[in-house]
């Protein structure tokens, strides 16, 4: 004989439900954190630091689990896979993000800017609601931006240190409007070259020059090979953590609030350590026998008088929000 069901009232069902969904919204919400480079750099370990914050401060509700080393991404390929979704957060390397964030390229100005610090500026206020409205419309959300040191030139035979020293000078360039900037400084730009090919480049004799920060330049032995470094400023890159906009705008807003106000203090923090890194290897090339000078100020204001041409080019070609950064950047 078949048991009756024994139907549950409408009230404790009610009850179960609530309780399930409780359960399931309490629980922890994992976050993956797609990052490339070496572990030991500055920027790596304060995004550690970072993470370790967050999580503490969001224990129970979100978990920030990083996968490092170009796991899932590398650097050219880290803004797509935020951008689609393919990884919850990424480290963007600015120069890799232009082609999709064309705006980008208004804080990324050759020869545009004096120091670190002044770069630290443009990423304030009104510049940086661009910036951020540029990336959010390609569905990425910019939480903090890292600053690493300034690129330089590394030359074969002699260091640069007038207009004139640009004339015919082979030099390796990866940046579209570095090159567009040399080749009217009468220089004679190669962006055919990876990074990574540039050390044999210059030691077969390939090319005169190359561009690198003292730190990166320096790990990849460029003055063994390119012993003469004129400091000149010429961009300074960024390193950013972005997260996908879709899966922003699902975290609670106190959590928001914690990853922007940690963030806050990663990017602050890189400044100071970026200017102790450049200056800590800037010496240790010298003192590997590097011939280090720095480009004399009324020099650069002929090559910036040149390159303006470049930038108000790009700015026209890029519609109001180019020109109005390009007004705020160059106050």
Do not use: C
């Not at 359960?23 to 790596?44: D, N, R």
């Not at 055919?192 to 077969?204: A, D, F, G, N, R």
């Not at 100071?272 to 800037?282: G, L, Q, T, V």
């Amino acid at each position: 004989m078949m048991k009756p069901r024994v139907l549950l009232p409408l009230a404790a069902l009610a009850a179960a439900w609530v309780l399930s969904s409780a359960t399931a919204m309490a629980e922890e919400v994992e976050i993956k954190l797609a990052s490339w480079g070496p572990p030991s750099h500055f920027v790596a370990q304060a995004r550690a630091d970072w993470i370790e914050e967050v999580n503490e401060a969001a224990a129970g509700r979100v978990k920030i689990v990083e996968y490092p080393g170009g796991q899932l991404y590398d650097d050219k390929d880290m803004h797509n896979a935020v951008a689609r979704g393919h990884v919850d957060i990424g480290v963007l390397l600015s120069p890799r993000v232009m082609g999709m964030v064309p705006l980008l390229q208004g804080v990324y100005l050759p020869f545009a800017f004096d120091s670190l610090e002044q770069v630290a500026e443009v990423y304030q206020g009104e510049s940086l609601d661009i910036i951020e409205e540029a990336m959010a419309k390609r569905r990425m959300k910019l939480i903090y931006t890292s600053f690493v040191d300034g690129v330089q030139i590394y030359s074969t035979n002699k260091n640069v240190e007038t207009l004139e020293d640009f004339e015919n000078l082979r030099v390796l360039s990866t940046s579209p409007m570095a090159t567009n900037i040399f080749s009217r400084l009468e220089a004679s730009p190669d962006s055919s070259i990876p990074q990574t090919e540039q050390y044999m480049s210059l030691k077969l004799g390939v090319a005169d020059a190359s561009l690198n920060s003292f730190v990166n330049g320096y790990f990849q032995k460029m003055h063994e090979v390119a012993p003469y470094l004129t400091k000149i400023d010429l961009s300074f890159p960024t390193i950013m953590v972005a997260m996908n906009i879709d899966k922003w705008e699902a975290l609670p807003e106190d959590v928001q609030e914690i990853m922007l106000s940690a963030g806050e203090r990663m990017q602050a923090r890189s400044l100071e350590e970026a200017i102790a890194w450049e200056e800590k290897f800037m010496a240790a090339s010298a003192e590997e026998g590097a011939t280090v000078s720095e480009f004399p100020d009324a020099e650069m204001a002929r090559v910036r008088e040149i390159s303006s041409e470049v930038w108000q080019e790009w700015a026209e070609e890029n519609g109001p929000e180019a020109q109005r950064l390009l007004e705020l950047n160059l106050q």
